[in-house]
RNA sequence: GCCUGAGUGAUGGAAUGGUAGACGUGCCGGACUCAAAAUCCGGUGGCAGAGAUGCCGUGUGGGUUCAAGUCCCACCUCAGGCACCA
């Protein structure tokens, strides 16, 4: 064997070589087809780089190197995000400025990253927090300004405590701060925030231009929120003033028999004078306000309320009058802070109507069965007996009559459900000491009677009774129904299975139900000019262009995304660049006079009364308007830590421009970015984010594009060995320097794209790692094999051809375990061969190249087998020397296998058929049988079916 | 609750509707070694059988098909996203 440097020196050598020659350094301008790859930059935190980082970074350096391999000018930077409140924590503890803990820690991820042999190209590297770079990020906020995309507004902001900052709707989703973990409250608060709701729809049809992984798409649509409906005014009683509601079931306008206002709702302000409780509401409204952690984090559902003593609303259509209620199950910022109620169809409102006994109107009837023509109207009823002690369930078993069901029966002309029910129960059981225990509303169903050849829609009560004591009466059946029917008293389980007619086992499970209310299609009734109908989409529509034209409501459209709450009271973030003068209200700062630097001080403390830290420092603050020339005072605010990543991608086609944040001509180059990877974390939050602001961009008419990414995808996470998330406190953080240093950078990439699907998690195992090492010395001990030859081996020539398709393949679909299988298996066989030649083991050395791509450069190099890899071409694969001359293929007997036979490519279907039927083992399992027919599928199976 | 996915050996995971379990790990047996590690060779879904082979087997129950892990319906479980959004 040729000697060989330690795996370590190999891999520094070689990330030298690659530096030295510029290996990935982008051109701008290149003849070369433009490919655009990106990982998410890391925030570079103090606890340095994780396993996690390496799945994506080798995954998205495989294709980039197998992509340059191919001939394409590919682009793929790496650069750093670096505002953010772990280093201003950092910087507060130790009195130092934040940059200078960036600058540490971007320098100990850098190392890293370098140790993986990760293709970036770091001349285009930046940090977010260069002034170079947020130079750019306060010229684009002035662009949002000057478009009206920008606005300072009071509002109700969520309010962190512990972070003393205010926070987005993304970054408090579930009442909590995503950073720290306390309860947001709610705080007044004066804040710069983007129109970002004004592209909720584009934000939504805009990922029809883009091939996103699904998930992704799903998370960004259910984040949007969008949800269509109609507005509707609801008139008050006691004053000359309308309650605007939102609802997407007009539908069920006949059944709202309350309203619900949010307890923030500007009515009981405007209209305390004629409130009689305003002490009751007040205090409600306090209580809701101070929520405890335990009621917010549990999400307790538990309805409260209380009713509007003095107000009361009228029905638009079916003019009664209804009570109104604030309660905190409606939301001040969504829709308008109003509802209407309807309990037989909402879960909530049923939930609230029953806590409050509010009437509960039904007018969506459930429908079971199959509609026909000229059916034959008739009510009926099910009822259901609980016997309590055994907890069964009375059944008659008409076998094949009928099989299971419940009791049933039609109603006679002025028979109530509960009178017919009683009656039919004494006459098929006998039993007569039952307890009557409720009724449901009533379903619509329809079935046809063979023996009457007549159709049926019968309006079916359902109720359920209690088993008092086995008394029975003599029953005294019809003579057509004596002896028929067992009586059966069986288990909910056995229900489930066997009763098998649609409107007894629908009626049995709404009797069971704890929540009486129905949400699904069905028919309307007690709904005037919608009775009748059975179709909600038609419903709605008639009753939209019935409101439309009494001017009592309109179609309306709602997102649950809201307006991008733009500042953050920190220091450690990009500064505002605006001014605020007496005279001119709010001044950009003018370009030239671009960015606005962070000051250099050693104090950053966030303030308890909500202020910026950069309030206190008022050499910064106080300054000049641009405008006028007279004293104004700087925005002490700061932008979020989600704006320097808005962008960003943009930068990497031109970083070191000063005169523009990104040429036209790089825009027009580099175009959309081709392949983008991160976290599923960020699949919503800085996707729209990003996706927003390049739409903007796009808009003002400053990028070519729409939408920015073409494509988007999401790793798994890899979690600890024993399948746990990784952490500090579990102790099973696997750092990868450790395994760089004893296994090599090449074996953990190799592990890290063998683990398994990338899309999915996968935990962490030592011994599996182990493996990928073991194959990489395969591979370098095959070397001892080779000889002149530079042609393929013709032993390895077909194997050689569908490794290359499928490693091609497989690296294009993300299918990285499956490609390293394949090298493995190529490389088992290249072990079992005598000797190979240079050529087979050059291309195999170039196919394993992208994902391991020291060893293989280094092999290549020592024995003289060509130029280095990473200046070579990717190997193409001859179609035709992939074809099988002889195949093995299955025979069946009925499905089964029996045996297998070989096959040339061009046997006809007769040759096969002959030999499948000559197989002894396939001829025992004929014996005694006729054969009806013969399935032959060429090169892959014969079916044999017989009788 | 709603929306996505996913359920396959001891284990990570493979399978254009066509021989289920590729490849890796582990385990068992063997070689080398004084011994161990490393390495190499063989075996490895379950049950029955000396073996040939047979039966069973991809979360559960149905269905479509000559043929289902794969398609359809219902259900169960797990993971992720959203969640009092009207």
Known sequence: MIKMMTINDIEKKWQKYWDDNNTFVAKNNSDKEKYFYLVEFPYPSGSGLHVGHVRSYTAIDTMARKKRMMGYNVLFPMGWDAFGAPAEQYAIKNHIHPKEAVAENIKTFKGQIKDLGISFDWSREFSTTDPEYYKWTQWQFIKFYEHDMAYKAK????????CKTGLSNEDSSGGTCER??????????????????????????????TDFQERIKTAQINWIGKSTGAEVDFKIK????????????????????????????????LYSGIINNMNEIIDYREKTNFKTEFERLNMTKEKTGVRIDGLTAINPITNKEIPIYISDYVMMNYGTGAIMAVPAHDDRDYEFASKFNIEIIPVIEQITGEQRENEEQKNSIVAVIYDEENNKYLTLNWKELGGRLFIGGTRKDNET?????????????????????????????????????????????GLLFKLISDKKETNNLDEDEKGKFEIEWVSREIIEKEVKDELHITTFRNLLAENNYYAGDGKMVNSGILNGLTNKKESINKMLEYLEKEGIGYKKTNYKLQDWIFTRQRFWGEPIPLVCCDECGWVPVKEEDLPVLLPDVAEYEPTDDGESPLAKIESWVNTTCPKCGKPAKRETDTMPNW???????????????????????????WGQLDWYNGGM??????????????????NIGLVPYKEPFKTRVA?????????????????????????????????????????????????????????????????????????????????????INKTIKKVTEDIDNMKFNTAVSALMILTNEMTDKEEISQKDYRTLLTLLNPIAPHITEELNEINHLGNPLCESAWPTYDEEKIIDEEKEIAVQVNGKLRGTIICAINDTEEEIKEKALSDSNVQKHLEEKEIVKVIVIKNRIVNIVAK
Not at 247 to 258: A, C, E, I, N
């Open 180 to 209: 720290c973990g306390s309860v947001v409250v709610q705080k007044e608060k004066d804040q710069w925030v983007l129109r970002m709701s004004d592209y909720a729809e584009d934000l939504i049809t805009g990922l029809d231009e």
């Open 681 to 698: 974390e960020h699949a919503t939050r800085h996707l729209l984010y990003a996706r927003f602001w390049n739409q903007f961009l796009y």
């Open 155 to 162: 509002k109700s902001i969520n309010w962190c405590p512990n």
């Open 715 to 799: 790793h798994g996470m890899i979690l600890g060995e024993g399948g746990e998330k990784m952490s500090k406190s579990k102790g099973n953080v696997i750092n990868p320097d450790d395994v760089v240093k004893k296994q090599g950078a090449d074996a953990l990439r190799c592990y890290e794209m063998f683990i398994g699907d990338y899309e999915k998690e996968a935990a962490w195992s030592e011994q599996s790692l182990n493996g990928c090492r073991r194959f990489l010395d395969k591979v370098i001990k095959l070397q001892d094999k080779l000889n002149n030859s530079d042609e393929y081996s013709s032993s390895l020539e077909k194997i």
């Open 238 to 269: 006691e004053i000359d003033e309308k309650l605007k509601v939102y609802t997407t079931r007009p539908d069920t306008l006949y059944g709202v028999t309350f309203m619900v206002i949010a307890p923030e709702h500007p009515y009981i302000d």
């Open 417 to 461: 459900a509960l009178e017919t029910a009683v009656r039919e129960i004494k006459e098929e059981t006998g039993y007569t000491d039952i307890r009557f225990i409720k009724e449901i509303s009533p379903i619509n169903h329809h079935y046809f009677a063979y023996n009457k050849n007549k159709a049926y829609e019968i309006e079916s009560i």
């Open 643 to 669: 704006a320097g990543s808005s962008w960003y991608w943009l930068r990497y086609m031109d970083p070191k421009n000063d005169k523009e944040f990104v040429s036209k001509e790089a825009l027009n180059y």
